[in-house]
């Protein structure tokens, strides 16, 4: 891995090694006006976890994407498909017997700096993290210290990561801020530790801690996975209110493609570590080009209109420890052919669009996924 | 000849808990009914009394007042070879499998112990087979490369199936499936719930499912009945389809729209908080007057701070009954204060 310090001087960050960059116009929201940097430049990024002594498996492999300025990504796929794996990756908190094994991670702060996340030091790392760049981790019913008040656990967070110091006062008034935008009642949660709180509240109060520094980027892993219906609500209404106020640029991680049609404004499939679609919300929703994304569409039910027939994909997804030939979705494939498991297909750009939305999937045969779903029932 | 009595009914049944001096109608009044091949799902929020209401009809707990009936005999008369019957026939499947499963035993090991307990299989051979068998049944193929298996050796949809498993042991007549299926992996969760849906039509297995996503209610129990609860009490029932497409208590509109649609376009129509005035569920230990959902209900007239409303059939969509006064009884009532302690159905 590369160990030289940061700044990158380029401040556009490296060019497309992944899928093919976006041609002579480049990538723009509009016609007038140079395109502002992607807030994160993700190229080749190789994450491996230490099995044993001499065995490692290769858990993310090839990753590359921009995230633009106030942009919502959604990462999908099944169980141990690498979601959480990249969201600690981006932010450097894999565990210790994981390692980012090649690539690279560009971030481009508000001043137009950019600065090779892979290669930054451990104090770096701490001014970096909270500030700019924050992760809301999955399962917020284990995330804050039993032991701690939410108020002891936000100061210690803003103590740790705020520039220049702070002061007692200053914590407060941050504190009570961030939590009054999740619309908890400062007066009664910064006293209060974590099990007095609901699941919905905890999440919350997860929430605020992460945007207690006004991060450029909030990666959230499950944020709604272990909540009620209602409360699932409110947190994705929130999640959306608050990106327009605070203009963050989001990535969130859900197998709940539901959660992804709600609040991201671009889909990434991934697939045994590898990124195999990726495309606006809209073009993954009405026309996914891979067989996986759209069986994943269809493993989801609605609850407006007909009632369709729900399937599930055949089979579980391969052991990383030993992945098949050739296309790694193949065995569960039913549109897989001799050609499949020749070799692992790349990216195929499908529909060229601005600020990376391009529609582009792995599949050889993409132009056979022809998704719809099959209606049981009429309304 | 009456006609069949059904396998299970909750007959006016209450629980009460008493926490701190303090009482806590965790189920107020409940009746419900599931006959074999039928399916009932129980939605609603967290706290809105699901589990404890699974557990009365699973005989885990006995209810404060009311009855629970397994086909048509009353649990608290039941002499100790029908108990043992019903414990039989009716299972529990539980919400977190994690929690559910037994670290040190293996699947084979945890199948094996309710089927000698129960003299189903005798013979090492026989457990073998039968472990096989239901192995096979929910789709942990081929079975011999998981009955050797921990739980920990395991993801936690195969441990989803192995509890599954657990469950079908006994080849019960009643399965009571609890959240069983919320933090599963989407394409597991379908199997599941198709996988529970062949019980149902080809083995007449009766289900009670328990869900806060009206999404997977309208799945799993289109041919069956929904029942809405709220604070204890069921406040809208009917055939799935109707509850669906046409709710008519408020409460059951803000479930319905607050389910995530896998679809941006319908997605992007959803209101704010489900339309709810407030996202705080009230505690059980000092319930709001009258109809318990006024503080939240966007509908709430005067009339609801009093009135507590009882279970009717509502005039827009007959099929279902609902607890909701400006729904049923859309004149304000003449006198106030009418029905004091009212509630179950008339
Ligand atoms: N600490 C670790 N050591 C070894 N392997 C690991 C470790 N953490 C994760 N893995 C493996 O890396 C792969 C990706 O795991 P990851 O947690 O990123 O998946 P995920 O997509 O977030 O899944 P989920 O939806 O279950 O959270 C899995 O195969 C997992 O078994
Ligand atoms: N053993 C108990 N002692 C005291 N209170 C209890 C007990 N069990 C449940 N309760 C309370 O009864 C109410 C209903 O709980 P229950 O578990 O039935 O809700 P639920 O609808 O299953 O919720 P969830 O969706 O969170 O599982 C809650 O307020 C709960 O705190
Ligand atoms: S490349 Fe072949 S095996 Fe892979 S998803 Fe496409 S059709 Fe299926
Ligand atoms: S009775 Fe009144 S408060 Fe209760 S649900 Fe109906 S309108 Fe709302
Ligand atoms: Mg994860
Ligand atoms: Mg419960």
Same mark, same amino acid.
């Given at each position: 891995m590369n160990d030289s310090t940061p700044p990158? #001087?380029? &401040?556009?960050?490296?060019?497309?090694?992944?899928?093919? #960059?976006l041609g002579p116009d480049g990538p723009g929201h509009d016609d007038t006006g140079p395109q502002e940097a992607p807030v994160l430049s993700v190229r080749d990024l190789e994450v491996a976890y230490r099995t044993g002594k001499q065995s490692r498996v290769r858990a993310l492999r090839g990753v590359s994407f921009d995230l633009y300025p106030e942009s919502s990504l959604a990462l999908v796929g099944e169980s141990g498909c690498g979601k959480t794996t990249l969201g600690l990756a981006l932010l450097r908190l894999l565990p210790t017997l994981g390692e980012i094994t090649g690539?690279? *991670?560009?971030?481009?702060?508000?001043?137009?700096r950019s600065r090779d996340v892979t290669a930054m030091s451990a104090s770096q790392l701490r001014r970096w993290r909270w500030s700019e760049a924050a992760m809301v981790f999955q399962g917020a019913q284990n995330a804050f210290n039993p032991v701690l008040t939410i108020g002891q656990q936000m100061a210690e967070t803003l103590k740790d990561h705020a520039r220049g110091g702070i002061g007692r006062r200053e914590i407060l008034e941050r504190s009570a801020e961030a939590l009054r935008s999740v619309r908890l009642e400062p007066r009664r949660v910064l006293g209060s530790y974590p099990h007095e709180l609901s699941g919905g509240m905890k999440q919350r109060a997860l929430i605020a801690t992460g945007l207690l520094l006004h991060p450029r980027l909030l990666v959230l892993d499950e944020p709604t996975t272990a909540l009620d219906i209602l409360t699932q609500r409110t947190v994705i209404d929130l999640l959306a209110e608050l990106r327009a106020e605070y203009g963050f640029a989001m990535i969130f991680i859900s197998h709940d493609l539901a959660l992804a049609a709600e609040l991201a404004d671009r889909v990434i499939t991934m697939y045994a570590? =590898? *990124? /195999?679609e990726t495309g606006s919300t809209q073009d993954i929703f009405t026309a996914p080009k891979h067989p996986y994304t #759209? =069986?994943? /569409?269809?493993?989801? &039910? $609605? *609850?407006?209109?007909?009632? &369709?027939?729900?399937?599930?994909? $055949?089979?579980? &997804?391969?052991s990383l420890a030993t992945l098949p030939p050739g296309c790694a979705f193949a065995p569960r494939c039913e549109l897989a052919t001799e050609e499949c498991v020749q070799s692992e297909p790349e990216l195929i750009t499908?529909?060229?669009? $601005?600020?990376?939305?391009?529609?582009?999937?792995?599949?050889i045969h993409h132009d056979q996924v022809h998704h719809e779903r099959k209606v049981i029932a009429r309304a | 000849m009456p006609a069949p009595a059904p396998l299970i009914e909750l007959d006016g049944a209450s629980q009460v808990f008493h926490v701190k001096g303090k009482d806590l109608p965790a189920v107020s009044d409940v009746s419900l009914s599931v006959g074999e091949g039928e399916v009932l799902c129980l939605v609603g929020e967290s706290g809105s009394g699901k589990t404890t209401t699974a557990r009365l009809a699973a005989g885990l707990a006995a209810p404060t007042s009311g009855a629970v009936r397994f086909e048509g005999k009353d649990l608290s008369e039941m002499t100790r070879a029908e108990r043992r019957e019903y414990r039989r026939a009716v299972q529990y499947i539980h919400q977190d499998p994690y929690a559910s499963l037994n670290p040190i035993r293996s699947v %084979?090991?945890?199948? +094996?112990?309710?089927?000698? %307990?129960?003299?189903?299989?005798?013979? +090492?051979?026989?457990?073998? %087979? %039968?472990v096989d068998e239901l192995l096979t049944t929910v789709d942990l193929t081929p079975p011999e490369s998981y009955s050797a298996k921990f739980p920990h050796q395991m993801s936690g949809g195969q441990r989803q199936r192995v509890a599954v498993a657990r469950g079908l042991t006994l080849s019960p007549r009643l399965l009571?499936?609890?959240e069983s299926t919320s933090m599963l992996d989407v394409s597991i969760r379908v199997s599941l719930l198709n996988m529970l849906t062949r019980l149902r039509t080809e083995e007449g297995v009766g289900f009670i499912y328990i869900t806060h996503d009206l999404a997977l209610a309208k799945y799993f129990a289109w041919e069956g009945r929904t029942a809405v609860m709220y604070l204890g009490k069921i406040v809208e029932v009917g055939p799935t389809?109707?509850?669906?497409?046409s709710p008519q208590h408020p409460y059951t509109r803000a479930l319905l729209e607050a389910v995530p649609e896998p679809d941006p376009e319908l997605a992007a129509q959803k209101k704010a908080a489900g339309g709810l005035l407030s996202a705080e569920i009230p505690s059980l230990s000092d319930l709001p007057s009258g109809c318990t959902f006024h503080p939240r209900c966007p509908l709430a007239e005067d009339r609801c701070r009093e009135i507590i409303p009882v279970l009717r059939t509502a005039p827009e969509a007959s099929a279902q009954e609902v607890a909701c006064m400006v729904v049923t009884d859309p004149q304000p009532a003449a006198s106030a204060g009418t029905a004091p302690g009212g509630g179950g159905p008339p």
């Open positions: 990158l #001087s380029t &401040p556009t960050g490296p060019q497309g090694l992944g899928h093919e #960059s690539g690279e *991670v560009t971030y481009t702060g508000g001043d137009g570590g =590898k *990124v /195999i #759209s =069986k994943l /569409i269809n493993a989801v &039910p $609605p *609850v407006t209109g007909d009632l &369709p027939e729900l399937a599930s994909i $055949p089979g579980a &997804p391969p499908l529909a060229q669009r $601005p600020a990376d939305m391009t529609h582009a999937a792995a599949c | %084979r090991s945890t199948l +094996a112990i309710p089927l000698k %307990r129960h003299g189903l299989a005798r013979t +090492a051979a026989d457990v073998d %087979r %039968r009571i499936a609890d389809p109707q509850v669906i497409n």
